[in-house]
Structures are given as C-alpha cells and as structure tokens.
Nanobody, 112 residues
Framework: QVQLVESGGGLAQPGGSLRLSCVAS????????MSWGRQAPGQGFEWVAA????????YYAQSVKGRFAISRDNAKNTVYLQMNDLRPEDTAVYYC?????WGQGTQVTVSS
C-alpha cells in the first residue's frame, strides 16, 4: 500500500532553516507528481510546493516563494522541502502528498 513518511520537522528560530524529507513506498515514485502542504492551527490547509516526476516543473505558494525549495531523489523515493528564512507564520504541520495519499505530518515550529 502507499506510504508516505515525513521527517525533519522541529523547532527553528526566525530566519533559520529546516529540511523536511518524505520517503515514499507502495507506488512508482518516479512517475508521480509530489507535493507538500501545511496546516497551521486554526487556519485552512495551504498547498506549499509541488514537483513533477522529472523535477522539471515546480510550484510554490506565493507565501513561500523564494524561501522554500522542493526537490526529489527518485533513486531514494524521497521528496524534500528545504525551508530557509523561516518565519513564525510558517509554523504548521507539514504533510507530504501524492494524489489522495497523505503522510502523518511533521510539526514545524518557528519561534524565538
């Protein structure tokens, strides 16, 4: 079955960086778009970034453009989200996504 397992969340200071990873299994990873989304407390879900199977196309929410970078390693069945210049408003649970499948989420907290 499809499994998506995120890791890499934690506490960061404003201006700091974190890199999230999502290891996928149960499907042909190299042929699927992958995405990251986030859910902040009391707020709606937000799509953050997406990447095409061969990494030629990427999408970013305006709120993270220029600060976050999505990438993937098809040999490792892993998609990454490099988050730089973190802000308190980036605090959320971050989820890896493929179509209708979601990971369990990883908490990112940005606070001094």
């Amino acid at each position: 079955q499809v499994q998506l397992v995120e890791s890499g969340g934690g506490l960061a200071q404003p201006g700091g960086s974190l890199r999230l990873s999502c290891v996928a299994s149960g499907f042909t990873f190299s042929s699927r778009d992958m995405s990251w989304g986030r859910q902040a407390p009391g707020q709606g879900f937000e799509w953050v970034a997406a990447i095409s199977p061969d990494s030629t196309d990427t999408y970013y929410a305006q709120s993270v453009k220029g600060r976050f970078a999505i990438s993937r390693d098809n040999a490792k069945n892993t998609v990454y989200l490099q988050m730089n210049d973190l802000r308190p408003e980036d605090t959320a649970v971050y989820y890896c996504n493929r179509n209708t499948y979601w990971g369990q989420g990883t908490q990112v907290t940005v606070s001094s």
